[in-house]
């Protein structure tokens, strides 16, 4: 989908999803002493919101208007300062983080061709500051047959072993591409977790795919 689709996706008075943070945002990332947090297509910006309003720096980026204009309005309403989240309408393939600026960097449900996915990947982890946390979560690719939801294509879906091996090749992390000699990305969490939604015909199960490291150098 492009910008204009999810504008209109997300045109309406209510949220497309519950305002609230992602459930794994919210458990992985709680204990994190804030900073400055990069929120990569932050959509109607309920992550962003949610860590503004635990002290952090935000700076929200998403291509489309709509859907941070209603990250704005949850803002606001969540008594967040304004000041709290640069809104910054991008599209992420254009988009060039600081390099080294960010103490967390955050990618949810970021469905795109591996290609696009691999140039995000790489931003994202020079966009780390030593001692930063990138993490990522998203529809994994056995949502597709067992799960509940999600994109259909199977090329835009995640492994942890894909995004594993994505975040820590050659790619992404080496040629000094984190701009400092020596430094790495330690894996934390690289696995499949599963999350109850709700459906037409009741609770279903969706499956995710989940990724937590650390920079360190």
């Known amino acids: 989908m492009d910008s204009r ?7 309406g008075a209510e949220f497309t999803w519950r305002p609230d943070p992602n459930q794994f945002v919210a458990a992985e990332l709680a204990d994190l002493t ?6 990569l297509a932050a959509g109607e910006g309920r992550n962003s919101v949610w860590l503004a309003g ?3 720096r935000v700076t929200a980026v998403d291509f489309s208007r709509v859907g941070l ?5 949850l803002s606001a309403a969540r008594g967040v300062p304004e000041s709290a989240i640069d809104w910054i309408v991008a599209d992420l393939r254009d988009y060039h983080p600081a390099a080294q600026a960010f103490d967390l960097v955050l990618i949810a449900y970021l469905h795109c061709d591996p290609g696009r996915r691999a140039v995000v990947l790489a931003r994202a982890a020079a966009a780390l500051a030593p001692g930063g946390t990138l993490f990522i979560v998203g529809h994994d690719l056995a949502n597709l047959t067992e799960g509940a939801g999600g994109p259909h294509s199977p090329e835009v879906l995640y492994t942890a072993e894909a995004l594993r091996a994505g975040v820590l090749g050659a790619g992404v992390l080496g040629a000094g591409v984190l701009g400092a000699e020596g430094a790495k990305l330690e894996v934390l969490r690289a696995e499949t977790v599963r999350r ?4 037409a015909d009741g609770d279903a199960t969706a499956i995710d795919t989940l990724f937590r490291g650390v920079r360190h150098g």
């Open 5 to 11: 689709q999810w504008d209109e996706r997300y045109a």
């Open 69 to 73: 204009t209603k990250g704005r309005t």
């Open 54 to 56: 635990r002290g952090w």
């Open 196 to 199: 109850t939604v709700r459906t």
């Open 34 to 39: 804030p900073g400055r947090a990069l929120d």
